[in-house]
């Protein structure tokens, strides 16, 4: 999460370390070493305090991929929320926040759109989500920054690395 007013600081700080060569960062298709070079760089770079990366292991969930991708993000979201207004020292409600979203089947289909509606009206700190705004990746390197967050969690998984290094050395806090 980041105020709007620096998003596009947040977009340059990471479109700045990337190589001249790059369009396009797929987290799945670049190696280890080159990633979290890129993420320790990002970390050390002039990105906005306020920007929050979070990395959320969506456990237990039963369910088809548009239902267990539209809970994950409700879940993500609405802890993003409250880690923002603390972080930020908001002491009022937070309200009239935009999530933006990678295009995908999963967030097409039409029953991640009738949970994301359902708890956008009826689900505590969700209902702070103005507008949900699915965007191909190609057009944002926040999109392509959130996707590299969200690599991050195979380390984990894999036991390559742990949350404390994670948080340390590239700011991804894991929930």
């Known amino acids: 999460m980041v105020w709007s007013s620096e998003c596009g600081k947040a977009d340059k700080a ?7 060569s790059v369009n396009e ?13 890129i993420l320790a760089q990002y970390a050390q770079s002039s990105a906005p305090a306020s920007l929050l990366m979070i990395n959320k292991r969506s456990r237990g969930l039963v369910g088809s991929r548009p239902e ?3 809970r994950s993000l409700v879940e993500t979201v609405k802890i993003g929320v409250r880690r923002f207004a603390s972080s930020n020292g908001l002491t009022r409600k937070v309200g009239n926040v935009e999530v933006i979203i990678d295009v995908n089947e999963q967030n097409a289909h039409p029953t991640f ?8 009206c009826n689900d505590g700190l969700f209902r702070a989500i103005t ?21 991050a969690r195979a380390w984990i998984d894999k036991e390559e690395e742990n ?5 340390d050395i590239y700011k991804i806090e894991v929930l």
């Open 25 to 37: 960062v797929h987290a799945a298709s670049w190696a280890k070493p080159g990633l979290q070079s």
């Open 14 to 20: 990471f479109s700045d370390l990337l190589p001249k």
């Open 113 to 120: 759109g009738k949970i994301i509606e359902y708890a956008r």
């Open 131 to 151: 507008r949900i705004t699915p965007l191909d990746s190609s057009a944002s390197r926040m999109l392509q920054l959130a996707d590299v967050v969200a690599h």
């Open 68 to 70: 267990l991708y539209a």
């Open 163 to 167: 949350a404390k290094k994670l948080k």
